[in-house]
T-cell receptor
Framework: DAGVIQSPRHEVTEMGQEVTLRCKPISGHDYLFWYRQTMMRGLELLIYFNNNVPIDDSGMPEDRFSAKMPNASFSTLKIQPSEPRDSAVYFC???????????????FGAGTRLSVL | QKEVEQDPGPLSVPEGAIVSLNCTYSNSAFQYFMWYRQYSRKGPELLMYTYSSGNKEDGRFTAQVDKSSKYISLFIRDSQPSDSATYLCAMSVRSNDYKLSFGAGTTVTVRA
């Protein structure tokens, strides 16, 4: 398996523009997570889905952020309008519901480095 | 106060040294403890996974959990330049908790 695939790897945009980040989870995984990582705040969970349904979006910072998962193999995180303080690395991760005492392991993509000027 | 505290470092050690990393936490209900390794410009990857108190060893890596002190550690023996990375601790109350509590990460450099 190719792992979790994110695109683009780098995005530079101007304040006020719409930004769309994309993620393809590992095939067969039923959980998908969006994280944001900054030096100041570390790794923060923004939202996660189970079977394409958003379960917990309490980490989404503002209404400017939205996430969708139209099918099991694709998710987007959109920021509209973008602001300089949104500059960060955004990670997507996926996981398979553990059976019994199996581990809950999240597999991360390589991230999208977003710079909002 | 953050739920999980981790000294961001950076930590620089010579090759072959023992690297000692740790996290403290405030939620006594945490039972599952993880260490993730993150190389530069990459996503985190799971390194160690432990349940409750005690030690777990995997090759050069040893994870320790002291629930009475709310303190976890990761030791890297015979460190190599390839161990240079950021190490993040993470924890959860239940095995099926998908909302992990992460530490800030400690950046380690192993000098050849």
């Amino acid at each position: 398996d190719a792992g979790v695939i994110q695109s683009p790897r780098h995005e530079v945009t101007e304040m006020g523009q719409e930004v769309t980040l994309r993620c393809k989870p590992i095939s067969g995984h039923d959980y998908l997570f969006w994280y944001r990582q900054t030096m100041m705040r570390g790794l923060e969970l923004l939202i996660y889905f189970n079977n394409n349904v958003p379960i917990d979006d309490s980490g989404m910072p503002e209404d400017r952020f939205s996430a969708k998962m139209p099918n099991a193999s694709f998710s987007t995180l959109k920021i509209q309008p973008s602001e300089p303080r949104d500059s960060a690395v955004y990670f997507c991760a996926s996981s398979l519901r553990p059976l019994g005492v199996a581990k809950n392991i999240q597999y991360f993509g390589a991230g999208t480095r977003l710079s909002v000027l | 106060q953050k739920e999980v505290e981790q000294d961001p470092g950076p930590l620089s050690v010579p090759e072959g040294a023992i690297v000692s990393l740790n996290c403290t936490y405030s939620n006594s209900a945490f039972q599952y403890f993880m260490w993730y390794r993150q190389y530069s410009r990459k996503g985190p990857e799971l390194l160690m996974y432990t349940y409750s108190s005690g030690n777990k060893e995997d090759g050069r890596f040893t994870a320790q959990v002291d629930k009475s002190s709310k303190y976890i550690s990761l030791f890297i023996r015979d460190s190599q330049p390839s161990d240079s990375a950021t190490y993040l601790c993470a924890m959860s109350v239940r095995s099926n908790d998908y909302k992990l509590s992460f530490g800030a990460g400690t950046t380690v450099t192993v000098r050849a």
